[in-house]
């Protein structure tokens, strides 16, 4: 049975376990926020850019870019797989893994070849051992634009060489604070269709476009594939400090449980040790 002194020693280690894991709630919380106000911003931007480029794909067929056209051969695909650089999240990482695997088991038999990306250092770490990974990114702790077009011109500089022909993104949707979803995007090659989809709208009155299609489309191809992109980060992001603020706040429940036993279980060996001492001076008084 272990001493009164090592129960509370114990009592003392999950109390500072817990102070940690309270700390780290609070952190997870108040990113939470930010991320949230961030993807929240987004989301609108994203819909009417979708929409815009789904209509002119669609009415303006003879305006073309080298990211709209599917190429005829269907080699290699790339997957682009986002997780976080930090654990302590439930199984956030793991549900983006098994989803990873499930695309390239449904979606791998149409290809050649499969590679993977990485962003953030879990999904690299889970890759690196099983499947070829081209290009990792880690250190991404507060998300920018600027990584988004990082990564959208890795991918577009591949598919315009002809060194993939399909690119898909895996990440983690931020449905709410206690819910996220294991989502996956077609990025490469863009659809018109697709877009429209997404947006769930489109722009029914006639419109005229300066100077032309095909200069409008230079410029919003690029944007869209950057901000698909952007968006995925954002909902993964916001997703990661959520999952992680819901298993800190789960953490903390269970060591306020294991400080109430482990305070009973001191209390009980205390008690015990005073009757024991108690029933040895009884004794020793009878005996003289």
């Known amino acids: ?3 009164l002194k090592d129960i509370k020693r114990r009592i003392g280690t999950v109390e500072n376990t817990q102070q940690i894991t309270s700390a780290m709630r609070m952190v997870s919380a108040a990113k939470l926020r ?3 106000n961030a993807i929240l911003a987004a989301r609108p931007y994203a819909q009417k850019m979708y929409a815009t480029l789904g209509e002119i794909g669609r009415r303006q067929t003879d305006a073309e870019h080298p990211l709209l056209q599917a190429h005829e051969s269907q080699t290699v695909l790339e997957v682009v797989v986002v997780s976080s650089d930090r654990g302590l999240c439930g199984a956030f990482n793991a549900n983006a893994m098994k989803m ?3 695309v390239i088991a449904e979606r791998g038999p149409a290809f050649d070849k499969i590679v993977i990306s990485t962003v953030g250092r879990k999904s690299a770490e889970y890759f690196r ?21 990082e990564i959208a011109t890795h991918l577009s500089d591949r598919y315009q ?13 931020f449905v709410s604070a206690m819910t996220q979803r294991s989502s996956f995007d077609q990025l490469l090659p863009l659809s018109a269709e697709d877009q429209i989809a997404e947006a769930g709208e489109a722009t029914a009155m006639p419109f005229e476009i300066e100077p032309d299609a095909t200069a409008l489309l230079n410029v919003l191809v690029p944007q869209a594939l950057e901000f698909s992109i952007y968006r995925a980060l954002l909902e993964n ?3 990661e400090h959520a999952a992680r603020m819901t298993a800190m ?6 060591t306020e449980d294991l400080i109430k036993s482990l305070t009973l279980k001191y209390n009980r060996a205390r008690q015990a040790a005073i009757t024991k001492e108690l029933v040895e001076i009884v004794s020793g008084a009878e005996a003289l």
Not at 131 to 149: C, H, P, Q
Not at 161 to 173: K, T
Not at 249 to 254: D, F, G, K, L, P
């Open 34 to 36: 930010r991320a949230q």
């Open 237 to 239: 992001q916001a997703g």
């Open 1 to 3: 049975m272990p001493s």
């Open 100 to 102: 990873a695997e499930r």
């Open 161 to 173: 060489a002809g060194e993939i022909d399909h690119a898909v993104i895996i990440y983690n949707e």
């Open 249 to 254: 706040e789960s953490a903390t429940r269970n």
């Open 129 to 149: 051992k099983r499947r070829e990974v081209v290009r990792s990114w880690t250190g991404l702790a507060n998300i920018g634009f600027a990584d988004a077009v």
